[in-house]
């Protein structure tokens, strides 16, 4: 079992930052390569950015490229996810996920964190 716990969550208005953190704890983080997703009021699950075991490879949903930049301190065993020039679409809860191995921006994580609301005020 891998457990996630997210945080840094909150209010800002548009064009600010904010930087989640998700904490990892039980099996080998260094396992797993990790991802960050998002929920908004009546949509889908989507996929935001994802991370290596290694932090090497990363990769981006396009309508957050160039704003966010996701990374991973393998001695923390914590992943980050720093956004810039936040938009109100950027509103969701937002979910940290662990997958053994290989990264993928698909719904195809082992494990899942319970969430963080992002709120992004025009």
């Known amino acids: 079992q891998v457990q996630l716990v997210e945080s840094g969550g909150g209010l800002v208005q548009a064009g600010g930052s904010l930087r989640l953190s998700c904490a990892a704890s039980g099996r080998t983080f260094t396992n797993y390569a990790m991802g960050w997703f998002r929920q908004a009021p009546g949509k889908e699950r989507e996929f935001v950015a994802a991370?290596?075991?290694?932090?090497?490879?990363?990769r981006y949903a396009d309508s957050v490229k160039g704003r966010f930049t996701i990374s991973r301190d393998n001695a923390r065993n914590t992943v980050y996810l720093q956004m810039n020039s936040l938009k109100p679409e950027d509103t969701a809860v937002y979910y940290c996920?662990?997958?053994?191995?290989?990264?993928?921006?698909?719904?195809?994580?082992?494990?899942w964190g319970q969430g963080t609301q992002v709120t992004v005020s025009s």
């Open positions: 996920a662990a997958r053994l191995r290989a990264l993928s921006s698909f719904n195809d994580y082992d494990y």
């Open positions: 991370i290596s075991v290694s932090g090497a490879l990363t």
